[in-house]
T-cell receptor, first 115, second 116 residues
């Protein structure tokens, strides 16, 4: 069975500080991994995805994530937080190779950015 | 519009009533998905359509839930005899790629269902 665990349901940072949102996964086959962001009263938007190419993946809005197989992790980072980054972030997993968009999501992490 | 459109945006119903939720995907997207977002369960996959067929409906919680897609476009999710535990936000997503390497899923804003 595959699963995704996001460590920390709430993360609070100061504007300009490093953002680090943690995601660990469990999968019996090489996974595809994603980070989605959800702003209030909006649908989910893809930030970035890992599909077995480069292990360091760059996404939109200055976010990036690194796939570490040995640690089964796919943490999301941004060097300098902006007020507009406040949202809920979801890590998600899909089976590589036989995938078709059936995503397994983590529980989400709400990011608060304060001045 | 250019995005995934869902209606109604909000629905309040009484326990035992039937409800229909509609999704209009991005034009040309062959894959369509329904997910459910609730406080207790997080984001859960419900069903996947490729064209008008549903090769994976494994996430539908009970036989009270059904979905169809017509013309390779609009989809309707129907919940019969609603229960309070059905209260959630129902998200629809569409994608160009439904098989092979997962492409980006484009999500609608969701239909918030409240069952009294």
């Amino acid at each position: 069975a595959q699963s995704v665990t996001q460590l920390g349901s709430h993360v609070s940072v100061s504007e300009g500080a490093l953002v680090l949102l943690r995601c660990n996964y469990s999968s019996s086959v090489p996974p595809y991994l994603f980070w989605y962001v959800q702003y209030p009263n909006q649908g989910l938007q893809l930030l970035l995805k890992y599909t077995s190419a480069a292990t360091l993946v760059k996404g939109i809005n200055g976010f990036e994530a690194e796939f570490k197989k040995s640690e089964t992790s796919f943490h999301l980072t941004k060097p300098s937080a902006h007020m507009s980054d406040a949202a809920e972030y979801f890590c998600a997993l899909d089976f590589g190779g036989t995938s078709y968009g059936k995503l397994t999501f983590g529980q989400g992490t709400i990011l608060t950015v304060h001045p | 519009g250019a995005g995934v459109s869902q209606s109604p945006s909000n629905k309040v119903t009484e326990k035992g009533k039937d409800v229909e939720l509609r999704c209009d995907p991005i034009s040309g997207h062959t894959a369509l998905y329904w997910y459910r977002q609730s406080l207790g369960q997080g984001l859960e996959f419900l069903i996947y359509f490729q064209g008008n067929s549903a090769p994976d409906k494994s996430g539908l919680p009970s036989d009270r839930f059904s979905a169809e897609r017509t013309g390779g476009s609009v989809s309707t999710l129907t919940i019969q005899r609603t229960q309070q535990e059905d209260s959630a936000v129902y998200l629809c997503a569409s994608s160009l790629e439904g098989q092979g390497i997962t492409g980006e899923l484009f999500f609608g804003e969701g239909s918030r269902l409240t069952v009294l």
